[in-house]
């Protein structure tokens, strides 16, 4: 498997300072002193939301189903959450991935599981993409879309939410297919001395690499940002009232 390297971004597409301040990447969050954090210092793992779901009667029907193919942009993003290691601590990425160029439209990191996160990444993407009404956002059935802030926010940008069934890491098969990419591609072979390092460094794989430059099996062999540029390009060609004519 190619492993992505610093080189590979040598010609960013875009400014890595202003879609830093952007996006505003590099900001540290406080921790609200209103929910629960979980500390994982030696062995990070993911929330189970069991008891939540006992307790407030939640349930989510699995809508995607496996079919992890649309058929145009912000039809359906897909998301997950992973650790990466940071020093001696642990920090957690978040990301969206819209289905239909394996692109990831939003991202964020944070010391804990806080749905706070989750949300700072969905949000970003939305001001990215803006989607329209009917948007199909698939996640596993963790406590942070479980959560009742985040449902609210679905709510109010039209979207549906889809989760996977209990244990079935397969039924969110591109999300952690994209973990793994990375994950062996680089985040296994560098050292991040802090935080900030780890944004820098997954802006760089992320936004100028993996994005823009990385080739996808599932894309006939091309870019996410290609597959995108393309699909509009015909969109523009489509609507253009000259071809209408005559």
């Not at 610093?6 to 301040?21: D, E, M, R």
């Not at 059935?141 to 709510?155: D, N, W």
């Amino acid at each position: 498997m190619k492993r992505f390297t610093t080189s590979q971004t040598s010609k960013p597409l875009i400014s890595c300072t202003s879609f830093a301040v952007a996006t505003n990447i590099f900001n540290t969050s406080t921790k609200p002193t209103n929910d629960i954090y979980l500390s994982h210092k030696k062995n990070p793992k993911k929330s189970n939301t069991l008891h939540h779901i006992q307790l407030f009667g939640i349930t989510t029907e699995n809508l995607l189903d496996r079919n992890f193919h649309a058929a145009a942009p912000n039809q359906i993003w897909v998301s997950d959450t992973t650790y990466i290691k940071v020093g001696k601590d642990w920090r957690y990425l978040t990301v969206f991935i819209d289905l239909y160029s394996r692109i990831v439209v939003g991202w964020d990191v944070s010391d804990s599981l806080h749905r706070s996160s989750m949300i700072q990444a969905f949000e970003r993407a939305c001001l990215r993409i803006n989607p329209g009404p009917g948007l199909l956002v698939h996640s596993d059935r963790g406590v942070q879309y479980a959560s009742r802030e985040f449902r609210l926010l679905l709510k109010k940008k039209g979207a549906v939410q889809s989760m996977s069934r209990k244990g079935d890491c397969w039924d969110n098969a591109v999300a952690e297919s994209f973990f793994h990419t990375l994950k062996t591609q680089y985040t296994h072979h560098q050292k991040f001395k802090n935080e900030n390092d780890l944004k820098f460094g997954l802006f760089k794989y992320i936004e100028l690499y993996y994005n823009r430059r990385r080739r996808h099996s599932a894309n006939n062999w091309r870019t996410p940002s290609e597959v995108e540029e393309c699909f509009f390009y015909q969109q523009n060609l489509f609507n253009c009232d000259w071809l209408k004519t005559g």
